[in-house]
């Protein structure tokens, strides 16, 4: 029988983290900014490959005899619905990628340990982490997915067959985690959708103020990149904080973007894009809570902030940089809902 070549690659995610300090009338603030990044630029050197030579009909443990067709493909397209305006990383890939992406997600959903790709697929190994930042990026209710893989490739073409998942220990009961996970998420939900009335913009202070209020900036929490770990545990850092903004944002229609990049001093961060109106705005739930808990106040200095008033502070790179811009500035919290410390106000010792 005919032999080909398949090689395992495991993608180790660095997490990494950092501090950021600032002033504000004589009043330093200073706390840790931890993300881990599902993106190319953190795992550069931190690849590791074996080859194991491999019958065509499979190898011990996984049958690449079985790969997936393209009815089973045109099956998903029917099961799940990504537009692009919920779902903008998804819409930045290519039609290969797309279809990976369609794999991907079904496969964590159901937590999977491995998830075949179509030989009708055609996804080079280099470019089989824009399909993982994609779904990471995307769905921040995959809070058991921890953005790692193993990919399976056939060095001919270097094509992925195949891609192991990496999770957390909240796969391990998953139905159990997923309920209190909705359960938590609907007590925020069902006071923000008794706000519909008076406009998306309370719904979203509604979303932004119970997430202050619930959950506390701890770098050594457990599970902190996921949403889990604000909503839940209520115990997390930035990612945990942005991507349970962004799940309840998008459970009340909203579109949401996680965007990641760095902070002013250069340590990695995570904050969120918001669309209202056909307009972006820049949201960053977790230095609101951070300000907030020196003040001792509620305090919204980043609530729908343009792009050049966050500047300073945050800047997007990877992935992150092919969201929407955001210009407009009148949807800020000082200017349509209240008073409050803003940007301005805020000394970062830059």
Do not use: M
């Given at each position: 029988m005919k032999k080909s070549l398949i090689?395992?690659?495991?993608?180790?995610?660095?997490?990494?983290?950092?501090?950021?300090i600032l002033s504000m009338t004589g009043l330093s603030i200073i706390r840790p900014a931890e993300i881990s990044l599902a993106s190319q630029?953190?795992?550069?050197?931190?690849?590791?490959?074996?080859?194991?030579?491999?019958?065509?009909?499979?190898r011990s443990g996984s049958s690449f005899s079985h790969l997936p067709k393209e009815e089973d493909y045109i099956a998903l397209t029917q099961k799940y619905d990504f537009n692009s305006e919920l779902y903008p990383f998804f819409a930045r890939l290519n039609e290969d990628e797309k279809m990976a992406y369609y794999f991907l997600y079904d496969?964590?959903?159901?937590?999977?340990?491995?998830?075949?790709?179509?030989?009708?697929?055609?996804?080079?190994?280099?470019d089989i982490m824009n399909v993982?930042?994609?779904?990471?990026?995307?769905?921040?209710?995959?809070?058991?997915?921890?953005?790692?893989?193993t990919y399976s490739y056939t060095p001919t073409s270097n094509f992925v067959v195949g891609i192991q998942p990496t999770y957390n220990d909240l796969a391990n009961d998953l139905s159990f985690t997923k309920?209190?996970?909705?359960?938590?998420?609907?007590?925020?939900?069902s006071v923000a959708r008794r706000q519909a009335g008076s406009g998306v913009l309370y719904q979203e202070m509604?979303?932004?103020?119970?997430?202050?209020?619930?959950?506390?900036?701890?770098?050594?929490?457990?599970?902190?990149?996921?949403?889990?770990s604000c909503l839940v545990e209520e115990r997390s850092v930035?990612?945990?904080?942005?991507?349970?903004f962004q799940y309840l944002m998008q459970r009340l229609g909203v579109p949401v973007y996680y965007a990641t990049g760095s902070s002013f001093s250069g340590e990695p961060h995570g904050w969120d894009i918001i669309m209202i109106n056909g307009?972006?705005?820049?949201?960053?739930?977790?230095w609101d809570d951070e300000i907030g808990v020196q003040t001792g106040k509620n305090v919204h200095a980043f609530f729908n902030v343009s792009d050049g008033q966050i500047s300073r502070t945050h800047t997007r790179d990877e992935l992150s940089l092919r969201l929407p811009a955001c210009t407009d500035e009148s949807m800020s919290y000082d200017k349509v809902l209240g008073d409050t410390i803003t940007i301005d106000q805020l000394d970062f010792n830059i």
């Open positions: 090689f395992i690659v495991a993608v180790i995610l660095l997490v990494l983290g950092g501090y950021f630029q953190n795992i550069n050197g931190t690849q590791a490959a074996t080859g194991i030579p491999v019958e065509e009909g499979g496969g964590i959903c159901q937590a999977k340990e491995e998830v075949l790709l179509g030989s009708f697929i055609r996804v080079p190994k280099n993982v930042t994609a779904v990471y990026n995307d769905h921040p209710e995959l809070f058991w997915f921890e953005a790692g893989i309920a209190l996970f909705e359960q938590k998420a609907e007590e925020i939900l509604t979303v932004h103020d119970a997430l202050c209020n619930k959950c506390e900036y701890v770098t050594e929490a457990a599970h902190n990149q996921s949403a889990y930035c990612s945990g904080y942005a991507r349970a307009s972006a705005y820049n949201i960053d739930v977790t």
